[in-house]
C-alpha cells in the first residue's frame, strides 16, 4: 500500500473514533443527567417509601380517583395515602388535624404504612384544611323546633 493511501486511513479512523467517543460521552452525559436530575422526579418525592410496585398501584389507583377536592398537598396524599385503600376512604372522613394524626398513627402501628418524613406535615396540612368537621358533610342537627299535633 501506498504511504499516503496509509495515511488517509489512519485519518478516517481517527475520524470515526472521535465521533464515538463524542456519542459516547452524550449518551452518559444524558444518562446521568436524567438519573440524578431531582426535577425528573414528579410530582412528589415519596416519604421513604421505595416500593416501586406501591406507587404505580398508586398512581393507577389516582386515576379512577379524583374525588378528592384539589389543593396544596394533594399529590402528596395521592401518592402516599391511596396504595392499599381508595381515595373514597379518605374523601368520607372529616377530622381536626389531630384527628387525622391518630389515624396516620393508627395506620402505621397496625397497617403497616410507612413514615411519611417531610410530606406528613403537607398531608396533614392537606386534610386539616380540606377535610376538617367544621366543613360538614351532613345537614347540621334541627334548631328551635316547634312541635305540634297531628290532627286526625
Ligand atoms: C399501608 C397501607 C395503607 C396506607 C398507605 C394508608 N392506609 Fe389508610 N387504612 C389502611 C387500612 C388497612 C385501613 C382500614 C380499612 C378498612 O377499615 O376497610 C385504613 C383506613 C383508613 C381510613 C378510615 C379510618 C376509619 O376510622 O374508618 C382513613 C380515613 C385512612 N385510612 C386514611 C389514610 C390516609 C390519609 C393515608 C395517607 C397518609 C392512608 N390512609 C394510607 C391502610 C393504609
Known amino acids: 500500500m501506498h504511504e499516503d493511501q496509509i495515511r ?8 470515526i473514533i472521535g465521533i464515538l467517543i463524542v456519542l459516547l460521552i452524550l449518551l452518559f452525559g444524558s444518562t446521568f443527567y436524567l438519573y440524578f436530575n431531582p426535577d425528573r422526579l414528579v410530582p412528589v418525592r415519596v416519604g421513604n417509601n421505595s416500593d416501586k410496585q406501591l406507587q404505580e398501584k398508586a398512581e393507577k389507583t389516582t386515576l379512577l380517583n379524583s374525588e378528592l377536592v384539589e389543593g396544596a398537598g394533594l399529590s402528596a396524599v395521592l401518592t402516599n ?8 376512604l379518605i374523601a ?4 381536626t388535624r389531630e384527628g387525622w394524626l391518630s389515624m396516620i398513627r393508627w395506620m402505621q402501628g397496625t397497617q403497616g404504612l410507612w413514615d411519611l418524613g417531610e410530606n406528613e406535615e403537607i398531608i396533614l396540612d392537606y ?3 380540606n377535610y376538617s368537621p367544621q366543613k360538614k358533610g351532613r345537614r347540621q342537627n334541627l334548631g ?4 305540634y299535633v297531628l290532627e286526625r
Open 8 to 15: 488517509k486511513l489512519l485519518d478516517l479512523l481517527r475520524y
Open 81 to 88: 395515602c391511596t396504595g392499599c385503600h381508595s381515595a373514597k
Open 92 to 95: 368520607q372522613n372529616r377530622a
Open 127 to 129: 386534610l386539616a384544611t
Open 144 to 147: 328551635k323546633i316547634e312541635w
